[in-house]
Structures are given as structure tokens and as C-alpha cells.
């Protein structure tokens, strides 16, 4: 058998299957593209590479666009060779048994496709050094809102050194105007295990590396609800070390500052759950400010009401879930490192009542 | 279907490609080399960052005597596998005997200095991250000594069984590339240790 | 007594009983047979590691999704990477290259069958032992303590305080154990290259496949030993008290990814090279012209195997190296896709000009030519660092290597199963269910695959059992998974075709294909000793010599 004497049917299938798939990529991306266009204002459900809100978000995709430009057209350059080849050159069956011209080699082609590829890296190099300074060695303004984020199995502890505030899991900063650039900058660290804070509009992701102190900026130019979430895998409950970021207004940002930085709500009504609080372990983890609780293994909750979610996103912040959570985390996100609680059903009703005065 | 055969060519005089046993030695080396590198890598990284413990300033005593053991046996070793290359096979195990004699002093130079790390210092594998360091790449290179001994010792056997003549130069020329390869680690280790470290 | 490697050997009166052949088989030292051994134990975990995908894709066919738990899940992904890499992609390469080097440099057997042996049962032994850990004792969320620290066992995730119990150490001695018998295989692949050469096989006039192989197992030489040494220290850690990883004492959770990078940059060219080296045996002969630019390829390779051993922190792009770490990884991350993509302009200019033959292989190797091609500018965008911190960790990340392993390896391999089977056995694969395989497997690696990049770029990250449903995830991950079962069909087919084939494929005869490398001149299967006389050589296509005595390629190099 030297090979197939008979015509081969369907040669051009191959081609239109590779075209197709070629067709499947490329309308993925304007899948995406689109669906991210299409999102709505305020919340913005899809957390998008390519619907940047914020400076070093923007950069990004500036060079992404450029990137795929040129990788675009690297595709249609080759592809279109691949294509040509195959259709142009199968073995047909009126052709004789004799084999085609044996060439070995040409050492000006080569040397072309070898010259081409180096320009073109050269170029993207360029590009690419650019925006990695750009975003990298940016020094930070005066004017700029400083956050230490420390990354926990499994949620995001805030604080913010200059304002006196400790919260957890939502983190709030002020839009960026452009007339006076009000950037966050974010100090990571990590208690445990590497995580990496990712909000896809925001700002490409840095991780937070236990024994080591990451730095990134936010500079966000449009007020809203920027989701992400964890994208290092950090143990059982990466998947639900979920993020949101609020960029409030000016006013809103000084307002929740302020409210931030209040001791907790003492309400007289509701001793009985704090003392539950105080003499069971939650204190052991927790730090609400103003009372003896300053654990720092868990979420501070002096503002737990002040949050649409808990456990970091899991699950959104309403009674039964708070009642949940406590009696049973492994309901909501098993594997977490919040015990069970074992409390008595009245215990947990007073407990979850003082918790839901902490606004 | 073809029906070719192979042609039936009378070999080409000279026609020589090299010893596989050197080749696959030295392979081999390639390969250990990169392993003692990221271990060296980890030491040098560490330096200076140990947040408690003992600095390798004030426990570390250059092994001077037993260094120039181990690297004399290098020396015996070579002449030993080229009287072996002349037939002699008396020098042979003689100068064998004396390699395998100096990496035994070497080693029990190893174990001294250890004694006295742990029992006077207080320096183990767990102590801090030098302690960690320290006994990994240390003893990486011993347990590579260790080893290389095994192997002399056992040609050493079949050299006094008699076993041992001029057909089999060519493999102990092999082993005494191992071995010269654990020497040159070792000058390695003891400058990234003893000198630059310290 | 049959001295071909492979004959059908029935029990009973006429044949011999069953334990003497079993016992053939585990105590030989024949490089075919080790290559068949290799081979088929591949395909037993290429099933395992598929299994475990099938189940992961179905926990994510939905949002909110509770198929599997959190903590199974995260040991199926930790798992499906694990025996992927090392217990799949590395034994089916090193089994191809075990059963054809001597045949192709016209040598009777590896330079060191005894070493070869080891090697493989090395590497037996740590498949099992890493699979072993599904079932064995009680970890801390119950019963089998299968690891679950991802396949890149980030520290300090793999310290005693985030993994109790003994799961991180299968994956730690089961890796190590395999490492040596990798170290070993390519200890022997190089020595065999260099020391067993048949007379006028120059270097210049080696196939290709030799020349890849060896750049291959130089590379394995210097990228397995970190992994080795990686693991070592982290076996320090866990049971002798060490901190090299220990961040609490000041140990550095960074250096163990450099470690373990400085090995898995070059392991994925570990992978892809010898499938370089397929489809420049396979294309050539497919398109009837001897391959374009040998020099060149050859050259590409070598510089392939020194540059990749300088990128490897592209894949720590976002952990905040300073940024001209960052600039750097950049630059020499672009470099390398050159002489990478150099050889697919290679591969056309071999087809440019020729008659080409649409069979199985070929169909493959034209699949492979379309899928690197994307893999590789997906490679590009990743490699500009900017671009990986938004995609870096994501879908995206995941859809690009699988586009390489999937794409790329698999379907290479595919070409290399159909080329060589009838070497092998004696016996031709089916044409029919050859096209069915690679048909069914193109629609559902695409559906697949291709989709897969859009979640990436809308924000999921990888490794996670579960995501939030409303983020436009749905519907993508939906089609991800229908994809996954008609790859899984596809592969079914082939198995069959394995099977059916080798009981009732026409006979193939020596050189059924018309090609021109040394394999193609003794019995399919070959005997035990290869060659009756050891060949002498005097072009790169000594079959072509013969059969064109008028043209010999000899003239021309």
C-alpha cells in the first residue's frame, strides 16, 4: 500500500471544520465582549476583563486589545496558509504514482519567518513593558486612601491605617475624579495560605502571600458594585472567599467612614445576647469594638448589619441565614472554619437579635 | 506494501561513538548537579534570614583537614583507575583502598562536626531556617558519599576476590567519575558554606 | 517459542500458559515491550484522570451545583493534574520513545534495558501509590485521603497546619518516586541517541524523532531534579521539623513556587516535544516530501530546550515580583514562542508543494497544526504580563493549556497511535472508525475548549467546586461539560478501535505507509533483536535511498 491510490471524498471538510472552530472562537470573544457591553449600570453582575472602570483596569485593556490585534492577525496569516495548503495541494486521483518535487529546505524563507516572529515579539515586548511600569511603579499621590487587606481562609479582613477603620469582607472607597485623583492603594497580606484579590473591572489580581507585603492600586472613576472574588486557590472554601467592592461617592465614603468608625450599638434590649457573645467562644474569634471582644482569627462584626452578605459572600446577611451560619456554617460554605456553635435555640435567637443591632 | 530489507553493507572502518557508561554518567551528574544547585539556591536564599537560633558565624568551624581527605581521595582515586588501565592490579587496590579509607575519614569528619553543632549548639534540622539548610545540603552531599562508599566498597570486594583486571577498567573509570563528581560538590558546598556564608 | 515482541499468544494446548507469559512481561527488558508497558498503562490513567474531569464538569454544569462536596472536588482537580502530567502525558511519551529510538537509529536495544525496566516499574509504582491514596485511612473530612492541594502543591498549603493527615505525602513520594524513573528513561534515551547509532548515522542524518527525544530527556535531566529536590525539602518540612517553607519562620512560600516552576515551565516542553517530533515524522510521509528545513528544526529544538529553562516565572506573574521580574519573564516568554512557532511554518512548508493523504494520522497532525497555532497566540497574550494578571488564574489559563495538552499532545499522540499501530501489532487500524474518532473528537474538544476561554475573560477563577450563578458564567459552563461527554465517546471509539483492530485489522506488512525511516524496513512486528544485520546509513531517509535508487537523498545532503 503506498498510500491511498483512491480520491479522498470530502477533502474540504477539514478545512470547513477548522473554520468552524476558528468561527466558535472568534464569536466567543464577541460573546463576551458583548455580554460584558450589555451589563447594567450600578451592580454590574458580570465581572468582566474587558469592561474596565478603573485606571489600571483601563491600561490592561489597552494592551489586551493591542495583544489580540496582533495575535489576530498572526491567526488569519497562518490559518490562511494552513487552509490554502490544504485545500490546494491533497493527492487527487487522477494523479500518477509519482512522487512531488523533494525540496529540503530554503534558506531565505526561513530566514523571513524567522525575522517576522522577532519584530513582532520585540513590538509586544515594548507594549507590554510599558503598561507593567505604567501600572507597577506608579508612586503613590498624597491624596491617595491606604486599605491593608489581609487574606484569611476564607475572607478578606480591611483595615485602613489612616481613618481608624477595621471591617471585613466588603470594602468601600471612594470614586477616583479625575480633577483630584483620590486612588486606593491596598497593602496585602495574608494570615495563612496565598490568596489573590481579583476584581476583574477594577485592577488586574496580586496575590497575598504569607511573610510578604503586596502592593496594588485601585483608581476607580465610576461609582457602583465591582464583584471578584479569590483566584488563588487557598483550601476547601476558596470558591466562596467571594469579593465586593462599593465605590461610593465622595460623600457616601465619608459618610461610611464615619459610621465605621463608631464603637458598637449597646442596646439595653439586648444584654442577654451579648452575653452569650461574651461567655461562649465568639470573642474567642471575634472583635466588636467598644465591648471586651477582640479576636482577630474571624471577621470584625462592630458593623456586621452594615453588610449585604456574610461569610464573605456565601450567603446574603438575613436572619435565617445569620441563624444558619452560626448554628450550622457547613450548611452555607462546608468546610469553613467557623465551628458550629452548639448553642441552645434560645441562646442562638438572642444572639442572632444583639448580633442584628450591631448596624 | 513495500518489501524493502536493509542493505547488507560491510561496516565502515571507524565508525566510534562514545562509551555509553561515560555518557550515561555523566547524564547522570547533569541531572544530581541540579538537584545540589536548588538545595545550594535555598541556602544562599535563607542566608542571613534565620529569625532565631545560631548564626553559622558563631557555630561553624571550617573542616579543613577532613576537606582535603576527601579531596586527595579524588586524587587517589585517578591514579588508582589508571594503574588499573596498565593492568597493575596491586596499586590498584591499594590506592582503592586509601580512596575509600579518606572518604571514610571524611564522613566520620562529618559526623564529629555534627555531634558538636547539636550537642554544644543546640543546632539541628528544626532549629531554624540555617539549621535547615545546613544539615539538608550538608547532608545531601553526605548520603551522596555514603553512596559513592557502597559502590568502592563492593568493587573493592570483587577486586580482592580477583575479579577486578584491565577488562573492567572502562567501568571503574565510570565510578570514578561519581566519585570525582562528589568531590567537586563538595568544593561547592564548602565555599558556599564555609566561606561565603559565614 | 515466537521471538516477535508482540504475537497473539493463546493458552492452552497449543499456546503457552498464561503465567509464563505474565511473567515475560513484567521481568523483560526488551524496549518494545517496555514501550507497549508504558503505552498501556497511560491509557489505564488517561481513563482514571478523564473520569475525574467528567466528575468535576459535572459538579460544574451548574451553579450552586452539590454533585460532588467541596473537599472531593478539590482532590479530583488536585488528582486529574497529578496523573495527567506524570502518569499519562510523561509514560505514553516515554513509551513511544522507548519502543522507536533503536528502531529508528537502527540499534537492537536501549543503551541500558535493565535501567529502562526500572525506570518504568519506578513509575508504576508511583501511579499506584498516588491513586492508592483515594482509599487509604481516614483523612480530616473522612474517609480516603486523596490530596487536594492542586498538582502545583503550593506551600504553605502542603504544611502539617493546612494538611493534616498523610495526603499531601502520596502526592509528594508518589512524584518523587516517578521522578526517578523519569531521570532514568532519559539517562537512557540520551545515551542510546549518542552511544548506539547504526554506522553512517551521523547526527545530521538521525530522524528528527531521535533528535527530539534526546533534547527531551536532556531537559528532564535538569527540569525533573528541582521538582525532586522541591520535594525533598518539603518532605524535611513535614517530618524533620525544617522550614524551608515555613512561613512562620521565616521561611518563603515564593521560593517554593520558583522551585517548582524551574521544573513546570520546561515539563510542559518536556510534553510537547516529542509531539513535535510525531508530527515531523507523520507529516512528511503524509505529504510525501521530506521534512522542510531539518537544520532548522533541529535547531529550533535545542533552543527551545535553553530558553524554556528561562521563563518559568510567567507563571507567578501576579505575586508581586518587582517589575522588571515582571519585564523580564515577559521577554523571554515572547523569545520562546519563536523557534516554537517557527516549526509550524516548518510543518506547512513540508505539506506546500505535496500530494497529501487525508488518513487518520494525517487528519490528526493537521488538527494539531490548527489547535497549537491557537494555543500558541493564546500563549502570547498570556505571556504579556498585564494581560496575565487579569487572566492569569483564571478559566482562561485553563482553557489555553488544555488547548496545548488536548489540542495539541493528545491529538499528536492520536496521530502517533494510527502511525505506528501496525509497527506495533502487525495490524492496521480501522480507517472508518479512525475518521468517526477524529471527527467526533474535533466537535467535542471545540465545544469544549473553545468556550471555555470566555468565563476566563468574564472573571472565574479556577479551582473552584462551585460559582455564583447571575455573572454570565451559566450557560458557558453548560456547553464546557456537553462538550467533555462527546470527547469521552470519542474516545471510547478509540479504545475500541485498539481493541478490534488488533483481533481483526488486515495485515500490514512491513511498510505499509511507504515511509522512509529505518522502522519501516523490518517485520511488523519486529523481532526481538530489530534488525537481522545492524543497517548502515547514507542519507535521513535510508528507505527512500532504496526505493529511489535513481534519486537517493544522499545526493543532496
Known sequence: ?????????????????????????????????????????????????????????????????????????????????????VVKFPKRASDDEREPPQVYGSTQIELAWTVIPVLIVVILFLASARVIHGVQD??????????????????????????????????????????????????????????????????????????????????????????????????????????????????????????????????????????????????????????????????????????????SGAAENTTENLRLWIQKPDALKPGSLMPAMQLTDNDLDALVRYLETLK | MSTITTPIVPTSAGWSLPYKGKVGMACLIIGESAIFTIFVVAYLFYLGKSITGPTPREVLETPIFFTICLLSSSVTI????????????????????????????????????????????????????????????????????????????????????????????????????????????????????????? | MSSDALAIETAGAAGKPW??????????????????????????????????????????????NDFVSPQVFNRLF???????????????????????????????????PRLNAFGFWLTAFGGLLLNFSFVSGSGLYGAGTAPDVGWWAYAPLTAHAFSPGHSSDYWTISLLVSGFGSIATAINIIATVLCLRCPGMKLSRMPLLAWMNMVMAAMVLIAITPLSAAQIMLLVDRYLGGHFFDTQAGGSAAIWMHFFWIFGHPEVYILIIPCFAFISEIVPVFSRKPIFGYPVMVAATVCIGFVSMSVWAHHMFTIGMKSYANGFFTFTTMVVGIPTGIKIFNWLGTMWGGKIIFKTPMLFCIGFLFQFLIAGLTGIMLGAAPFDWQLGGSYFVVAHFHYVIVGGILFALFGAFYYWYPKITGRMMSESLGKLHFWLFVIGFHLTFDTMHIPGILGMPRRIYTYEPGRGWDALNL????????????????????????????????????????????????PAYNFAVIPTVESRRPLWDLKHPEDPDSRYE
Open chain 2, 78 to 198: 585517578h591514579f588508582a583507575a589508571r594503574s588499573l588501565e596498565h593492568g597493575k592490579r596491586g596499586t590498584f587496590l591499594g590506592l582503592w583502598l586509601l580512596t575509600i579509607v579518606l572518604g571514610g575519614l571524611f564522613l566520620f569528619g562529618t559526623g564529629l562536626e555534627w555531634h558538636r553543632l547539636i550537642y554544644e549548639h543546640g543546632l539541628t534540622i528544626s532549629t531554624n531556617l540555617f539549621g535547615t539548610t545546613y544539615y539538608s545540603l550538608v547532608g545531601l552531599h553526605g548520603s551522596h558519599v555514603i553512596v559513592g562508599l557502597i559502590m568502592l566498597t563492593i568493587v573493592l570486594l570483587f577486586a580482592l576476590a580477583g575479579r577486578v583486571g584491565r577488562e573492567q577498567s572502562a567501568r571503574v573509570d565510570v565510578l570514578s567519575m561519581y566519585w570525582h563528581f562528589v568531590d567537586a560538590v563538595w568544593v561547592v558546598v564548602f565555599t558556599v558554606v564555609y566561606i561565603l556564608g559565614r
Open chain 3, 19 to 64: 503465567v509464563e507469559t505474565l511473567h515475560e512481561w513484567v521481568t523483560t527488558v526488551d524496549h518494545k515491550r517496555l514501550g507497549i508497558l508504558y503505552i498501556v498503562f497511560a491509557l489505564c490513567f488517561l481513563v482514571v484522570g478523564g473520569i475525574e474531569a467528567t466528575l468535576m464538569r459535572i459538579q460544574l454544569i451548574r451553579p450552586h
Open chain 1, 1 to 85: 500500500m503506498h498510500g491511498e491510490s483512491a480520491k479522498h471524498p470530502r477533502w474540504w471538510a477539514k478545512s470547513l471544520s477548522r473554520l468552524a472552530g476558528a468561527l466558535i472562537l472568534l464569536g466567543g470573544i464577541f460573546l463576551a465582549t458583548s455580554l460584558s457591553l450589555a451589563a447594567a449600570q450600578g451592580t454590574n453582575p458580570v465581572p468582566s476583563i474587558f469592561e474596565p472602570h478603573s485606571t489600571p483596569a483601563d491600561e490592561v485593556y489597552g494592551l489586551s486589545l493591542f495583544v489580540l490585534v496582533i495575535t489576530g492577525a498572526i491567526f488569519v496569516v497562518v490559518f490562511g496558509l494552513l487552509f490554502f495548503v
Open chain 3, 479 to 526: 456547553i464546557v461539560t456537553l462538550g467533555t461527554f462527546v470527547q469521552g465517546i470519542a474516545i471510547l471509539i478509540f479504545v475500541a478501535n485498539l481493541i478490534l483492530s488488533y483481533f481483526h485489522g488486515p495485515l500490514a506488512g512491513n511498510d505499509p505507509w511507504d515511509a522512509w525511516t529505518l522502522e519501516w524496513s523490518v517485520s511488523s512486528p519486529p
Open chain 3, 78 to 112: 488536585t488528582m486529574h493534574g497529578t496523573t495527567m502530567i506524570f502518569f499519562v502525558a510523561m509514560p505514553v511519551l516515554f513509551g513511544f520513545a522507548n519502543y522507536l529510538i533503536p528502531l529508528m537509529v537502527g540499534a537492537r536495544d536501549m543503551a541500558f
Open chain 1, 138 to 311: 506608579i508612586p503613590k499621590p498624597s491624596t491617595a486612601v491606604d486599605v491593608t487587606a489581609i487574606g484569611h481562609q476564607f475572607w478578606w479582613e480591611y483595615r485602613y491605617p489612616g481613618l481608624g477603620v477595621v471591617t471585613a469582607n466588603e470594602l468601600h472607597i471612594p470614586v477616583s475624579e479625575a480633577a483630584r485623583p483620590t486612588p486606593t492603594f491596598l497593602k496585602l497580606l495574608s494570615a495563612d495560605t496565598d490568596h489573590s484579590f481579583w476584581v476583574p473591572q477594577l485592577a488586574g489580581k496580586t496575590d497575598l502571600i504569607p511573610n510578604r507585603v503586596n502592593e496594588m492600586w485601585l483608581d476607580p472613576h465610576r461609582t457602583g458594585i465591582f464583584l471578584g472574588q479569590c483566584a488563588q486557590y487557598c483550601g476547601t472554601q476558596h470558591a466562596k472567599m467571594l469579593l465586593l467592592v462599593s465605590v461610593d461617592s465622595r460623600e457616601n465614603f465619608e459618610a461610611w467612614v464615619r459610621a465605621q468608625k463608631q464603637p458598637a450599638n449597646q442596646d439595653e434590649k439586648e444584654n442577654a445576647g451579648r452575653r452569650v457573645f461574651e461567655t461562649t467562644a465568639c470573642m474567642n474569634c471575634h472583635a466588636i469594638g467598644g465591648t471586651a471582644a477582640n479576636g482577630r482569627f474571624g471577621p470584625d462584626l462592630t458593623h456586621l448589619m452594615s453588610r449585604r452578605t456574610i461569610a
